[in-house]
């Protein structure tokens, strides 16, 4: 296959053919300069690597019913709350086949990845686990241990199968649990996360020591917050339409003058749907909306660049030969590639390319 159009990727966008051989980038270059002569499929459009959700609770895809209208402790953050209730008493194999349903909807949409919180402690995680087995979607699983105080064993059982752990928020946590968990992480080379200003605003020495991997809202920071979290150089994870359904938004413009690293997500898979297509044009509207707009640059790098250089594999951001990057290839005008991928991306649009010198693509 070769596209002729655009690339978006972690060098930005720029007009380029890519021609694409057995699902990777063989070769890019100017447009009109290939040497194919018209032997290989053409289509125009953008090439982008594939995105990467930068935040999901997956296990919350079991709610099949609008969620009661509660404040956001009433709803998910305590466990006495509706969505904990509604974990504990789902059966195991009801929650292991909504997780699947929700990454075959994930994969349709091209998505690559997911860092997902995952509450219920090591058994949590092992659900996580065989709901994703044989999934395209590769994901990432931030544990929750329950045990409070912490309890050493657990946490150490539940590092062996997750990737690190992801706390509700540092008010809901001793500073020693906090520093327990962190230097679980160090020690055993896992990332350490946590939501931060979500429902309410909570200084930044709370969230910020220990130091996390990944902050998750923000939607209550300051400036001189978000100034302290990119000094401290820690990337954040935001999700704009779950933040809307409670009121509230994260300053993204703020944290794009600041050059804040950010990662798009789409929260409580009860609230939205786990699309990333969804949430940049959500999130694109939104800042209009509020008179505080970023650019469609800013926000298509925190979906298809950011996640991958947080997950240590900043190649995979990258079209270029011999990239491991899964390419993605849409049927939209090229003249504008990022304004494009952040309004107008459907799974109609994209072109799958063929895995193998055999194969088709859609």
Not at 232 to 240: D, F, I, M
Request: aromatic share 4%; charged share 30%; with cysteine.
């Amino acid at each position: 296959m070769l596209v002729e159009g655009a690339i978006f990727d972690a060098d930005g966008p720029r007009p380029a053919y890519v021609r694409i051989r057995a699902g990777k980038v063989f070769e890019t270059g100017q447009v009109g300069t290939d040497g194919t002569r018209g032997r290989v499929r053409r289509v125009r459009g953008i090439v982008l690597p594939s995105p990467v959700n930068g935040h999901t609770h997956l296990g919350d895809a079991v709610s099949v019913r609008e969620p009661p209208r509660e404040s956001v402790d009433r709803l998910v953050g305590t466990p006495a709350s509706y969505k904990f209730r509604l974990l504990r008493d789902t059966p195991r194999t009801v929650k292991r086949r909504a997780i699947r349903v929700a990454l075959r909807g994930m994969a349709r949409e091209g998505i690559a990845g997911a860092i997902d919180f995952r509450e219920e402690g090591r058994p949590g995680v092992e659900l996580l686990r065989e709901a994703a087995r044989g999934s395209p979607v590769r994901v990432v699983a931030l544990g929750r241990p329950l045990a409070r105080p912490i309890d050493t064993a657990e946490l150490r059982a539940l590092l062996e199968v997750s990737d690190g752990i992801g706390l509700s928020s540092a008010r809901e946590e001793s500073e020693g649990s906090r520093r327990t968990i962190a230097r679980a992480c160090r020690s055993a080379g896992k990332r350490y996360a946590l939501h931060a200003s979500e429902a309410t605003h909570e200084r930044t020495e709370a969230y910020l020591e220990p130091r996390p991997d990944l902050l998750v809202h923000l939607a209550k920071a300051s400036r001189d917050d978000l100034v302290a979290v990119r000094d401290e150089g820690v990337p954040v994870a935001v999700c704009p339409r779950a933040n809307a359904l409670f009121g509230r938004q994260p300053d993204l413009r703020t944290m794009e003058r600041l050059g804040l690293t950010v990662l798009l997500g789409s929260d409580n898979a009860m609230l939205e749907r786990p699309s990333i297509w969804r949430e940049l044009e959500f999130a694109y509207t939104a800042t209009r909306l509020l008179g505080r707009d970023v650019s469609a640059e800013f926000l298509a790098r925190a979906a298809l660049v950011a996640p991958w250089e947080w997950l240590g594999r900043p190649r995979d951001a990258r079209i270029e030969a011999g990239s491991p990057a899964r390419p993605l290839v849409l049927r939209l005008p090229p003249e504008d590639p990022a304004y494009q991928i952040a309004t107008r991306v459907t799974e109609h649009v994209m072109v799958r390319p063929p895995t193998s010198l055999g194969g088709t693509s859609r």
